[in-house]
């Protein structure tokens, strides 16, 4: 029965912010800002189809809207204004058995649907990144980022319900990635990240009503790889792969330690989720890209508390150039494409691959859920919460 009571609590205070955190980085985010102009607008809306494979049970439908402001000073890269604001549509479920040992004898499929929908919490992720030029014949060039994420609780958070699209509590994420372009086609990138939670002290379960409980949090860690290589001047591909290691969650119930001599506490124990997504990159025209992901959990530790899930996504992005703003530096193109005259010669969207295929847009995760772990990277898949 305990086993059950920690699998609810986390349903109930951890099921959303993995979907209401910042976008992970997508494989050539940060790249964009080498390429495109400085006062370039970049703007992202997500959509995704969310569903609960492991350790609990619900469904989502997730909608983040985005936009990155780009600054350049030289080979100097800044973000002022990176920031993503999650809509949520959630339906979780949850066995009759952990909510009263009464019900411990209804089959498992006997289940209490909880639904909420609201905008989560806002992630704002400045960036600052440095690229450095290697080769401009076969454009091989390296970049290196910061990003911190902050993400607020400005969501629509109510400790009386049973699901919140809201985490109560801040939460900080910084994340360093360095990337490399080479034989002009490949990109590799390698991230790492941290993340630092403040306490959620209005969290509640249904099995101590009115009571207060306090939601602690241990630091997390992360780090991703990504791959790809450009297939066509129209389309690209690219594979990611994520670990997350969510920090030890502690509920302790202050109200029960007080009558009974001691703090009554709960904890979820620290775990690892390993996570693979493959990106289909299409340029629709010079400055809007459609990114088409399917997003997997595919191993983690066998503990209560540890989820794991998948969704089907897409992403639109598009770029804004400032008025009579050219581009910093020539995109890769092929040959043909030099063969444009002057007067029709335009500002590059965003960045063409050596075939003349794009790099994807900065999206500037994360997150989490992600993120959001860009120069805008949407970050590390935060750690669930509530």
Known sequence: MKFLVRIFIVIAACALPALTQAQNPDP????????????????NTYLRQVSATEGRDYSAQALA?????????????????????????????????????????????????????GMGDFTYL????????????????????????????????????????????????????VGQRFLRAFTLEIMGNASFYTNNDEYRQIQRPGRDLDLKQKPSFGAAAQ???????????????????NGKRTFDDPGAGAMAGGSDILDVDKGTVHTIRTNFGIRVTPQTLILAQWNEDVAGSNKPG???????GLRLTH????????????????????????????????????????????????????????????????????
């Open 28 to 43: 050539r985010d940060y790249e964009v800002g080498y390429f495109v102009p400085s006062h370039t607008t970049i703007v």
């Open 306 to 312: 540890i989820v794991k899930g998948r969704f089907f």
């Open 126 to 177: 400045p960036t600052i990144g440095y690229g450095l030029l290697q080769n401009a014949e076969n454009h091989t060039h390296t970049w290196f980022a910061l990003t911190g994420y902050i993400t607020a609780p400005t969501g629509r958070y109510d400790k009386d319900r049973v699901l919140n699209v809201g985490g109560n509590r801040w939460v900080f994420n910084p994340l360093l990635v």
């Open 65 to 117: 809207l985005r936009a990155t402001y780009i600054l350049k000073f030289g080979d100097i890269v800044v973000t002022p204004f990176d920031g993503i604001l999650p809509i949520q549509n959630v339906n979780a479920y949850t066995p009759l058995a952990a909510l009263n040992p009464a019900f411990a004898t209804v089959p498992s499929d006997f289940k209490l649907t909880s639904h909420t929908t």
């Open 319 to 386: 770029a804004f150039f400032a008025p009579s703003k050219p581009p910093t530096r020539a995109p890769i193109t092929d040959p043909a494409s030099r063969d444009v005259s002057p007067a029709d010669a335009r500002p590059s969207p965003l960045p063409v691959t050596p075939s003349g295929a794009p790099s994807m847009p900065v999206v500037p995760v994360q997150p989490p859920e992600a993120p959001a772990m860009p120069v805008t990277p949407v970050a590390p898949p935060p750690p669930a919460t509530n």
């Open 227 to 245: 791959f790809a290589v450009d297939l066509h001047p129209m389309f690209y591909l690219g594979v990611s792969y994520y670990l997350a290691v």
